[in-house]
């Protein structure tokens, strides 16, 4: 196996490990741990075998092309920096696999915890070694995914469920914003390959989309690590267990941030956009965290703040744009996940032996557990920048930065006070988290008796202290080489020479050091007393949180401004939405057309056929008056719209249409006959002849001029393009080709059923759905009481037949319906034989499944019509339902068909077959699927007809339910 | 030829348009009914009127395209008209439906 192997593997096995973790009980602690621990060490394992490959500034990478053709691969590519994150992620996970074991209770559900701790793993680990720009914006959305689970692990805590909501909605969105930063960074490189990307710097950013894109990834970066103005979700999430913040929330999850800063640093840095905006986030976020640190109560909630502070460091770090600065930052990345994770740690167990992390109630706790509070206070040590500690080597590079002049401005003039202020509040809440836990009068009242926890549990905490103090004292041989090869990894031949050794001699840096020190101390001494009782968050900014500033906001975005929007724009009736919507298609009709009366052709009355102009009178005649009675004479409407289809039937038929003549003939008189079923169940209403008021008439004016505006703007319209020579088109291979590829002479045929057969079955489908919709509704449906009575003719002649003794009921209208209905029974076969035929010729001449479906529906129909529903169902039975599936069935096997033969989806062929008596004929597998249109068509029409035909029936046999039904 | 078409279809248009502002349903039905001719004829005339030139092949051999209209606007149309009678049934199912549920015409389900 070469390296480049294992870099999948990596990153797989810890979701792997996730998916079994979930297997065993919820409760089985040990097996977990034992499983997560294999797990992280199997990892751990991996990367530490592939540092000879990164070792000398050289990549590993491995790519699997996933869609070429958009430049979206998975890539997985591992340099120096990688694997030093890699080392972090792997190392301080297995140290939390561990330390989570005693630090659960039995009564937690660990099952979980460990399954998305292994899956936060394997999302960082994806993220760190991602080659490529939108695997890793979708890497970084996934740690904010899981950390949101994590930090709501105790879903039954309210504190829990609000700080992962408000982690969720700040990472995530700065998640959203990355993503959108990384397009825009693979736009301007020409690639989304990371390599790539880092070899286009200058390209990059002296693009105009350079300052955007920019803002984009800060957005994301300076979110995730909890930069100021977006630090507050930070402390929030320290509802999540021990183990998670630990882990996520102080060595791997917030370095994400930082890390991205760092990877894109040789292609984004330098510029005073960067410098202004970076340096801004990272100094105020590292003097304000710091800070506010000082006045926590809540033990994790000081280390959060810190945590918050050390990122700033590292933020302001990176702005300053020198090689140095990185080696710092990168440096100081690697010292804070050691000392910060081994306190967070320190923390749970103090928690967890006492009941509380409340630092009001706990002290004097050295003499009970004297171990861990010397662990503890050495790890602090390394938090404040003691010497012979490996915090306080990382922060002398600092303050060396800060001291730089790097761009000349108040920043930068400011840097090294605010740097020395900061690192005085650093010293101020290291000792008074030591000396208010650990030193002091024994405290009483605590939850729990305070005892030393299991060896097990402090181990982790020993290990990372031990490696605290290790690269404190011996940084060159300890951790040199590791960070030598991650900063050659980013800066490449930038590198500078810099020295990691403890002793500098005295300098200013050592002179800040020793300031911060002793202010730091003065500080707590002075606040000592009022810190043992106040209430928690710094004076004058308690009031001032971010969490309930974001809270506010977010109420007024999601909940204010949208029920003002929907005040002003929504409404819960039809009209005034129709009227908006008409208007808005009128005015940008008018928009799109402006300005363009220059091009247009002049109108000419030139050509005019009296013919088709007599036709189109009568049409508009009928449409106006369709309009004018749709109120009051619904029947009357209804003939005037048919004449209105009438008119563009026999438009088709003059205007070389003769497909759409048959098929709008057709459709038109089953859409008459529908209308005619569903008449029967609407109200009277009596023609009013009192005068309409002002607002009627208003609003009747202003509809008048939408609908006229809206006529004129689609008759304009119409009639320019039909002038302008019509351009190329598809059309034109469609006939080309229509013979030679689709063997059939009907074109519109042949392109319904062969070259867009797709569409067409789009269209079938929506034709059945519609057709089950129908038939669905009217099953429940229960009729106005008004309309529920049998018609007033119907029941004069039921009447009439009852009084005589030799006459049945129903016979009356029986008599009137004899000539009509004996015709039109001897007319289905007649209808049969039609439908027939305009589906055999429909491949060569017009026809064609739809119409021949509607042929068909319209014979059915007629035998309803003749016999009514009874007299019909008794000898014929008609399953519309069973139409409609054996032809989606025909269609989509006939599609299926093709694949047989190595062609895609509704591939058709053809052939001509000589058969007896008819002769030649053209057989294509098109026809087939013609075939399936037009039993579907049969069965959706005549399923929505008879469905409407059928609620007389049914009324009559519930006479007097309707009032009791479906409310 | 094109200024009738067009007339035609600004009218159709109108009409529809006005009453698919109406209060009733039943002006709806009929309403969206001779909007969707309007459209149909719309689209069809994108392919430019022709007189007898109907695209149906006369036999095999090359073809002069010119010799025929365009047959994409009609393919598009006819399964228009389709659809369109399978939305008319469904609006006028919702109508009925409507009515029953509500006891009302009105399209907001009740008057006012």
């Known amino acids: 196996m070469e390296a480049s192997d294992f870099l999948p593997l990596l990153v797989a096995i810890p979701f792997l490990g996730s998916i079994l973790a979930l297997l ?60 030093l994150f890699s080392v972090l992620i792997t190392g301080i996970g297995f140290l939390v696999v561990i330390y989570a074991r005693y630090y659960m209770s039995p009564d937690d559900p660990v099952s979980r915890f460990y399954a998305l701790l292994l899956a936060f793993m394997g999302a960082m680990l994806g993220l760190v070694v991602s080659g490529h720009l939108i695997m890793l914006a979708v890497f970084w959305e996934l740690t904010s995914v899981f950390s949101f689970l994590l ?28 993503l959108l930063g990384m397009i825009l960074l693979g736009q301007m490189a020409g690639s989304y ?81 960067w410098f202004t905006i970076v340096g801004i986030a990272g100094l105020t976020t590292l003097l304000l965290g710091a800070y506010f640190a000082i006045f926590q109560q809540d033990l994790k909630g000081l280390l959060a703040y810190s945590t918050i502070s050390h990122l700033g460091l590292i933020t302001a770090l990176l702005s300053f744009g020198s090689p140095l600065s990185l080696v710092a930052a990168i440096f100081h990345m690697m010292n804070h996940a050691t000392f910060k994770a081994s306190l967070f740690m320190a923390a749970g167990i103090i928690d967890h032996e006492t009941g509380t992390r409340d630092m009001r109630r706990l002290s004097g706790l050295f003499t009970a557990m004297p171990y861990t509070a010397t662990l503890a206070i050495i790890a602090s040590a390394a938090m404040a920048g003691v010497p012979l500690l490996n915090g306080f080597l990382s922060k002398e590079m600092f303050f060396a930065q800060a001291l730089e002049e790097h761009q000349r401005s108040f920043l930068d003039s400011s840097a090294p006070y605010v740097a020395t202020l900061a690192g005085a509040f650093a010293v101020a809440y290291s000792v008074r988290f030591i000396h208010n836990v650990f030193f002091g009068p024994k405290a009483a009242n605590l939850p729990k008796q305070p005892h030393e926890p299991p060896a097990l549990m402090r181990r982790p905490i020993e290990l990372l202290v031990i490696a605290c103090v290790i690269v404190g004292v011996i940084p060159g041989l300890s951790v040199g080489p590791f960070l030598h090869t991650a900063v050659v990894s980013v800066l490449g ?71 003002a929007v929907e005040g002003v724009l929504a409404t819960r009736k039809l009209q005034p ?80 249409a003769p497909d759409l003549a048959v098929t709008q003939l057709l459709v038109e008189i089953v859409t008459t006959v529908l209308i005619l079923l569903g008449l029967r169940w609407l109200p009277k209403r009596e023609e009013a002849r009192a005068a309409v008021d002002q607002t009627t008439r208003l609003r009747r004016h202003r509809d008048f001029f939408l609908a006229a505006g809206s006529g004129l703007g689609a008759a304009v319209l119409a009639y320019f393009t039909m002038l302008t020579p019509r351009p190329p088109s598809v059309g034109d291979f469609y006939l080309e080709h229509a013979y030679s590829q689709g063997g059939g002479t009907n074109v519109v045929n042949v392109i319904l059923v062969d070259f867009r057969g797709f569409d067409t079955m789009g269209e079938i489908v929506v034709l059945a759905v519609v057709g089950l919709t129908v038939f669905a509704l009217l099953r429940r449906f229960r009729p106005a009481e008004d309309t529920a009575e049998t018609p007033y003719q119907q029941r004069e002649q039921d009447q009439f037949d009852d009084l005589r003794r030799d006459r049945e009921v129903g016979e009356t209208l029986k008599d009137y319906l004899l000539v009509p209905s004996v015709i039109m029974r001897w007319m289905f076969p007649v209808v049969v034989l039609l439908a027939a035929y305009l589906f055999i010729r429909g491949h060569d001449l017009p026809g064609g499944g739809f119409a021949a479906g509607v042929a068909m529906a319209i014979g059915f129909l ?33 599609g299926l068909g093709s694949f047989l033969f190595g062609y895609p989806f509704l591939t058709s062929y053809f052939q001509y077959t000589e058969l007896p008596f008819i002769g030649k004929m053209p057989t294509a597998s098109a026809m087939l699927f013609d075939l399936g249109v037009f039993s579907l068509v049969v069965g959706a029409t005549v399923l929505m007809l008879i469905a409407i035909a059928h609620q007389s029936l049914r009324v009559r046999a519930r006479p007097r339910q309707a009032d009791g039904g479906q409310g | 030829m094109e200024l009738v078409v067009a007339a035609a279809i600004g009218i159709l248009t109108a009409s529809g348009v006005w009453l698919i502002l109406r209060p009733r349903t039943y002006q709806l039905v009929i309403g969206l009914a001779l909007l969707s001719y309007a459209v149909n004829l719309f689209i069809f005339s994108m392919g430019r009127l022709r007189v007898n030139a109907p695209p149906v092949l006369e036999g095999g051999g090359t073809v002069d395209v010119t010799a025929y209209t365009d047959p994409l606007p009609q393919a598009l149309v006819l399964t228009a008209i389709v659809i369109g009678f399978a939305t008319t049934a469904l609006f006028l199912v919702v109508l009925i439906v409507s009515r029953g549920l509500t006891g009302s015409d009105h399209v907001d389900g009740r008057e006012g």
Not at chain 1, 601 to 606: I, Q
Request: aromatic residues 12%.
């Open chain 1, 577 to 656: 939405q129709m009227r908006l919507l008409v208007l808005t298609a009128l005015l940008a009709g008018v928009w799109a057309m402006w300005g363009t009366r220059d091009v247009l052709p002049a109108l000419t009355v030139h050509g005019l056929d009296p013919v088709l102009g007599a036709l189109w009178a009568i049409g508009a005649f009928c449409a106006v008056s369709a309009a004018y009675q749709a109120k009051y004479h619904r029947l009357a409407a209804l003939i005037l719209m048919s004449g209105t289809g009438l008119a563009t039937c026999l438009s088709f038929v003059w205007l070389s």
């Open chain 1, 193 to 273: 390959d990371l390599d790539a990307v880092l070899a286009a710097g200058d390209i990059i950013r002296s693009h105009a989309l350079y300052v955007p894109t920019l803002l984009l990834i800060l957005a994301g970066a300076l979110t995730k690590s909890a930069q100021f103005p977006f630090h507050f979700w930070l402390p929030n999430a320290m509802a999540a267990p021990t183990p998670v913040s630990a882990y996520l929330h102080s060595a791997t999850m917030v370095k994400a941030g930082v890390f991205l800063l760092t990877r894109f640093w040789p292609v984004l840095s330098g510029t005073p956009e």
């Open chain 1, 24 to 83: 065993p009980s919820p409760r089985a602690r040990n097996i977990e741990a034992w499983l997560g621990g294999s797990v992280t060490l199997c990892a751990l394992l991996i990367v530490v075998f592939l540092y000879p490959a990164v070792e000398n500034g050289d990549v590993v990478k491995r790519t699997i092309e996933w869609v070429p053709a958009l430049g979206l691969s998975v890539t997985l590519r591992m340099d120096g920096f990688a694997w």
């Open chain 1, 862 to 894: 007629l035998q309803y019509l003749a016999g009514g529903a009874r007299w019909v169902e008794e000898r014929l039975r008609i399953l519309p339902v069973r139409w409609i599936g054996s032809g989606l069935l025909v269609a989509v096997l006939t």
């Open chain 1, 493 to 563: 031949e930038q590198t500078p020479t810099y020295s990691l050794s403890v002793w500098h001699g005295f300098n200013i840096p050592l002179l800040m050091s020793t300031i911060a020190m002793v202010a730091g101390f003065a500080l707590y001494w002075a606040l000592r007393n009022y810190l043992r009782t106040c209430e928690e968050g710094p004076p004058y900014f308690r009031r001032l949180q971010g969490q309930r500033i974001f809270e506010r906001v977010l109420v007024t975005v999601s909940w204010r401004w949208a029920r």
């Open chain 1, 151 to 178: 930090i709501g692990y105790w879903h039954h805590n309210q504190a829990a469920r609000d700080g992962a909501r408000i982690a969720l909605t700040i990472t995530g969105t700065g998640g959203l914003c990355l």
